[in-house]
Every structure is written in structure tokens, then in C-alpha cells.
């Protein structure tokens, strides 16, 4: 995955009885070790545009103070890794392909952060514009392109300068972009008009705009962490390596876009959702994630090697009502690594799933409290995932083995 996490967090207060909006209480408590008090999740069973979302939670009796989705937070924390005071609220990162850089969107403080991975210095922060979300890094490491949902822009900040080089205005509310492999485009998810931008990276300007009823992008569920803070997850979207096949969950509908003449294939699951994407490295296997209700299965498998894409299978995690936050293969497909938490509340945990049986191999012991993502290491044996644990997995064997963990 291109991403450690791709995540919106709205600054709320966290009192020493619950969360609070100002004076208001707006949920029972959350403990600092993960567990809950509340009995449910706060949660979207459809994608939510970002101009809906105050409202939305309103319906639900949930009253966000004025403002808090714009302004700064309450408090900037100055965490081991040092972020910069002057960035607030990390929403998503990537790194560039030499791996001497991490890049990360600060969603509140509308600026970009370059991270040197050698000393771990914070080297630079780039002003980019108003809510930046989703960010991603060209092939070449030259530029890394970031979506500004506030300004309805994609705005490509060139690596050596460091300075923003190319504004491209694209649709209303963009909340996920990817590049493709060879570089030569990249798609941007709008959230407000429920459409796809494709921009030309060769010139900087929109090649075309992609409208379907199935491509809903948008916030697709919402429930607290382990710091009193509402968290939100996008409608996913990821480039095969034919640098011509986009693929975007939207719910029940898997879509595959041609990014040449803006074409798109569908995929229906017969039961689930597609709220997060794993391909497997040979090109061969798409998996989802979602939401378990009732009957859902959480995990389904699509076959990539015939045109166009079928369903191949899916299965459950377990007896429980868990929620897929985040998903990725091991290096030969072999094994799915997920990260899910019950929807009663609690603890997020980490599971591997063998993909020829689809039984489980192992669960971690070890719980993380909220989840902010994933990450595999190149080679594909190693597994880093983040919360408020961070858990390490040696997953170079038959059966993944836990090998450390970190309490944030």
C-alpha cells in the first residue's frame, strides 16, 4: 500500500468523563488504553460527502462545535517523531521510492511535512492549501502530489525545490488520489460531486472527469480513537501496474476505470463491502474490506486475470461484528494481513488469513487500541501496523510471528 494511513481526524476535547464539544458531552468515555464505555460505534452505512458530515452527525445527536473541522486543534502534541508545532494533525503519508523521504499531509495546519528517514528529521514545511487529505509521490520521486479537500485542488509539490510547482483544480471535495505506476497520470476521488479526476501528469491539467452512480466517494465510516477525536476513512482508490486500471470501492461496487478514455468495468459482491484495497504483487488478485452487518462478509476476493474482473469468493473474519480498517498481502499473496475492530467498541487487533482456505493462521495477542494503518516492508516479509500500539510481525514463514510492539 501506498499509504501508512489515510485518515481525517476533527479536533474534539477529550474531559476526563467523555468527549466533549466545548461544554457539550457528544459520547460516553474512551479509555486510554482503547477499550470503550460507549456500546456502538458511531457509523456510516454509506459513503458521506465531506459537506454532509456535520449534518450527518447531527441526525445522530453528535454536535461538532463551529469550525472544528477547519481551525486548529486544541492542543499540537510534540510526539517522538518529532512533528513540527507548526503541523497539525497528520491525515496521510507516503514515501519516496529511493526511501530517503516520507511525506505527510497535515490536514488542520493546511501544510505538507518532508521527513529525512535517516535521521528522522523534520526537513520541511510546505504551505499546500486549505484541508489537505490524501497524498502520493510520482514514480521518479520528483513530486508529491497532495489533494486539498478545502480547495478542491490537487497541488503537486516538486521534491527538490520544495515548493508547491502545479495547482490543478479538479471536482468538488477530493479526498483520495493515486498516481499510476509509469507516471504519466494520476486520479483524484471527489467526495462532494461523487466523481473521478483524471489529470495528465505529463501536461498538469485535467484529462477528463469520470461520473458514475456507483462511483460514491466519500467518508464511508466514522467512530472515535483512543484520544477523543472522531476518525473518519476514505473511499480507497489504487493504479495497477498496467498504469491504465484504476480501482475504486464504493460500497457493494468495485469499479474498474481506464484511465486512457475514462471507461468503467463493475464488479458487484454478492455480500459485502469494498471500503478498503489489497492486490497481491503479481497483479492476480484484488481483496476488499468492509464492514460486517448481519450476513456481510467482511473480506472478498476478485480474480484480475480475465477481463473483465469476477468475483471469486468471500469469507468472515470470525463470529464477531468486526470492521476492516485496513488490509495488505504478504510478498506471494499467500497470506492477507488485516487490522479490525469490533463494532460494539474496544480494541483494534491484527489478523492473517491464509488466501487458498481462507482460514485464519494467526491474531495477534496484542491489541492496538485505535488503528491508524499499515505498512509492508519491500521484500514483503515484514509488517509494521499503527495505533496506539505499534505491533511488528515477521511474516517471512508459513505462520506470521509477532515480534515486537511499541506503546505509542
Not at 80 to 101: F, H, K, Q, R, W
Not at 291 to 313: A, F
Request: charged share 15%; with cysteine.
Amino acid at each position: 500500500m501506498k499509504r501508512m494511513m489515510c485518515v481525517l481526524m476533527i479536533g474534539i476535547v477529550w474531559g476526563s468523563t467523555g468527549i466533549f464539544a466545548g461544554d457539550t458531552p457528544v459520547l460516553s468515555g474512551v479509555s486510554i488504553d482503547g477499550s470503550c464505555d460507549a456500546p456502538e460505534l458511531v457509523e456510516f452505512d454509506y459513503p458521506v460527502p465531506l459537506n454532509r458530515i456535520r449534518a450527518e452527525l447531527s441526525e445522530r445527536g453528535i454536535y461538532l462545535p463551529a469550525g472544528s473541522d477547519t481551525s486548529r486543534a486544541p492542543l499540537v502534541e510534540i510526539i517522538d517523531s518529532g512533528v513540527p508545532p507548526e503541523a497539525d494533525m497528520p491525515n496521510a503519508s507516503a514515501i519516496t521510492p529511493d526511501n530517503n523521504l516520507n511525506v505527510c499531509s497535515f490536514f488542520l495546519s493546511g501544510n505538507i511535512g518532508i521527513q529525512n528517514l535517516s535521521t528522522f528529521a523534520w526537513e520541511d514545511v510546505i504551505a499546500v492549501g486549505t484541508n489537505p487529505t490524501d497524498i502520493d509521490i510520482l514514480p521518479s520521486g520528483s513530486h508529491a502530489v497532495v489533494v486539498c479537500s478545502g480547495d478542491d485542488t490537487l497541488v503537486a509539490v516538486n521534491l527538490t525545490t520544495r515548493s508547491v510547482e502545479y495547482t490543478v483544480n479538479v471536482g468538488s471535495g477530493p479526498v483520495a488520489a493515486a498516481v499510476s505506476p509509469d507516471g504519466t497520470r494520476a486520479i483524484v476521488l471527489n467526495s462532494n460531486d461523487q466523481s473521478a479526476t483524471i489529470v495528465d501528469l505529463t501536461t498538469w491539467t485535467v484529462q477528463q472527469t469520470v461520473t458514475s452512480p456507483a462511483i460514491v466517494n466519500g467518508i464511508v465510516v466514522t467512530s472515535w480513537n483512543t484520544v477523543g477525536r472522531f476518525r473518519y476513512s476514505y473511499t480507497e482508490v489504487l493504479v495497477l501496474d498496467d498504469s491504465k486500471t484504476a480501482v475504486v470501492g464504493s460500497d457493494e461496487t468495485v469499479n474498474f476505470i481506464d484511465l486512457t478514455d475514462g471507461s468503467v468495468a463493475q464488479v458487484l459482491l454478492p455480500d459485502g463491502t469494498a471500503r478498503e484495497l489489497a492486490v497481491t504483487r503479481d497483479q492476480t488478485m484484488l481483496a476488499t474490506g468492509g464492514q460486517k452487518s448481519g450476513g456481510t462478509q467482511e473480506i472478498n476476493l476478485i480474480d484480475l486475470t480475465v477481463q473483465p474482473p469476477v468475483h471469486m469468493s468471500g469469507f468472515d473474519i470470525g463470529n464477531w461484528n468486526y470492521n476492516t480498517q485496513t488490509i495488505t498481502f504478504n510478498q506471494d499473496g499467500s497470506l492477507l494481513a488485516l487490522v479490525a475492530y469490533p463494532s460494539s467498541g474496544g480494541y483494534s487487533y491484527v489478523f492473517f488469513f491464509d488466501t487458498s482456505t481462507q482460514t485464519a493462521v494467526y491474531q495477534s495477542p496484542t491489541h492496538m487500541g485505535g488503528c491508524g494503518g499499515m505498512a509492508l516492508s519491500p521484500d514483503g516479509n515484514a509488517l509494521i501496523t499503527s495505533g496506539y500500539r505499534t505491533l511488528f510481525f515477521d511474516m517471512s514463514g508459513a505462520v506470521p510471528v509477532e515480534v515486537g510492539s511499541i506503546d505509542a
